[in-house]
Each structure stands twice: as structure tokens, then as C-alpha cells.
């Protein structure tokens, strides 16, 4: 099994910055593509970011490109969401999920362990 734990979340003002931490253990090398995700009230959950462990390829939504930056430990043991520039409309509970495939997907369902999220507030 994959454990997933988020954190780094909180209240900020917009323009503001935040870091998110995702601690990975257990079976990692179970995973091949780590990715973020949010979910406000009410709305479904969506991408919002995904790298792969081996190479560090990147992928993002485009209402984040230019703003955050994913990045992970070449040891598989975390991945980090750094987000810059935030929105009001960014805020969210952000979910940290890895991928039991090489392939990149945006889809929720395609990922197959998740964290229990880290709540981002952001102020206008």
C-alpha cells in the first residue's frame, strides 16, 4: 500500500504564495506518476497538477500554468505543489494521488492512492 500525506495548507491573501508537501511511504515504487488535484464546495474534483517520478515530466491545468510549480524528491519519498500569485478561485482542499502507471492522465479516476487533502484559503 501507498500512504499520502498532505500538508502546507492554510489562509493566505490573494497575490500570496503557499507551498504544498506531499509525503509519500510505503509501496512507492507501486507509482509512477504523482499528481495534485482540488475540490471546492460543491464543485467536482479537478486536475491541477502531475509529474512523473522518474524523469520529472510535467503537466499542467491551464488555469494554473505560469502560477505553480510541481516538483518531487528523485527518491520517491515527496512531492511539492509551490503556488505563487494565488486567487480566490484557487481556493480549495488540495489532494495529493499517485498513479500506478506511466501514463499521464487528468482524470480523477485513473489515479489509484490519495491523501486525505490540506485545506487552501485564499482571501480577496
Known amino acids: 500500500q501507498v500512504q499520502l500525506v498532505e500538508s502546507g495548507g492554510g489562509l493566505v491573501q490573494a497575490g500570496g504564495s503557499l507551498r504544498l508537501s506531499c509525503a509519500a511511504s510505503?509501496?512507492?515504487?507501486?507509482?509512477?506518476?504523482m499528481g495534485w488535484f482540488r475540490q471546492a464546495p460543491g464543485k467536482e474534483r479537478e486536475f491541477v497538477a502531475a509529474?512523473?517520478?522518474?524523469?520529472?515530466?510535467?503537466s499542467y491545468a491551464g488555469s494554473v500554468k505560469g502560477r505553480f510549480t510541481i516538483s518531487r524528491d528523485s527518491a520517491k519519498t515527496a512531492v511539492y505543489l509551490q503556488m505563487n500569485s494565488l486567487k480566490p478561485e484557487d481556493t480549495a482542499v488540495y489532494y495529493c494521488?499517485?498513479?500506478?502507471?506511466?501514463?499521464?492522465?487528468?482524470?480523477?479516476?485513473?489515479?489509484?492512492?490519495w491523501g486525505q487533502g490540506t485545506q487552501v484559503t485564499v482571501s480577496s
Open positions: 494521488a499517485g498513479r500506478g502507471s506511466p501514463a499521464f492522465t487528468y482524470d480523477a479516476r485513473g489515479y489509484d492512492y
Open positions: 510505503g509501496r512507492t515504487l507501486r507509482t509512477y506518476v
Open positions: 509529474i512523473s517520478w522518474s524523469v520529472g515530466s510535467t
